[in-house]
């Protein structure tokens, strides 16, 4: 679907709820629960549609509860040769080799397409060239800009799929991201699960 599609799709299902008097649907939320404590995500179906659907697709069919880790961290420590710095954590189910639980990759969203970007706590995708990402999750820790459509961490300037940003618990990524690790790999990967947060339920932002 694309952004302009999407954009009248949400549009008109926010008047529709209007002339009957009702809210317009809360952006779905998801949790992930860690042996270093949990952490809240909001998505972003209106401006990142179908990143937010493969996702949830993870999400629903417990791809993640089976199979999910964060395995990585991209700090200074670790990249010193790399001209342009972030920090990340990264997780998902396929990484070496790739799992059984992987789905088909998908088409990139760009933050120019969905102007969404690269701040704290964002929630983005993983890939190598743009239509690969699949499974592979990260989240930012700090504004991470070099990420953003036109950045320079990709060679290829297309940068990577934000769809949507950490709302409660940024501690726990943190803690995350301070753990051992050789090179950029963690020592101990740190084990996930993920469901959606019941509709209604209260999640305070930090």
């Known amino acids: 679907m694309s952004k302009p599609v999407a954009s009248l799709w949400v549009a008109a299902l926010a008047a529709a709820a209007a002339a009957h008097g009702a809210e ?19 998505l972003e179906p209106a ?12 999400v629903d069919e417990g791809r993640y509860t089976e199979g999910g880790r964060f395995y990585r961290v991209v700090r200074d420590d670790n990249q010193p040769d790399s001209p342009v710095k972030i920090a990340v954590v990264q997780g998902g189910i396929g990484f ?17 397409e969905t102007g969404l970007r ?10 190598n060239e743009p239509g690969s990402a699949s499974s592979e999750i990260f989240v930012c820790v700090g504004d991470q800009p070099e990420l953003d459509f036109g950045g320079r961490r990709n060679p290829d300037g297309q ?15 943190r803690a995350i991201h301070r753990l051992a690790a050789e090179g950029q790999l963690l020592v101990e990967a740190v084990r996930f699960s993920a469901a ?8 305070a932002r930090e």
């Open 24 to 42: 317009p649907a809360a952006p779905p939320r998801v949790s992930f629960e860690t042996a270093l404590g949990s952490f809240v995500v909001e």
């Open 47 to 58: 401006r990142a549609p179908r990143t937010v659907a493969n996702f949830l697709r993870y």
């Open 96 to 112: 070496d080799p790739p799992s059984p639980l992987e789905l088909p990759p998908i088409a990139h969203e760009s933050t120019a």
């Open 118 to 127: 690269h701040l704290d706590g964002t929630i983005s995708m993983a890939r």
């Open 159 to 173: 940068g990577f799929a934000a769809f949507g940003r950490v709302v409660a618990g940024m501690e726990s990524v």
């Open 196 to 203: 959606r947060v019941p509709a209604g339920a209260e999640s």
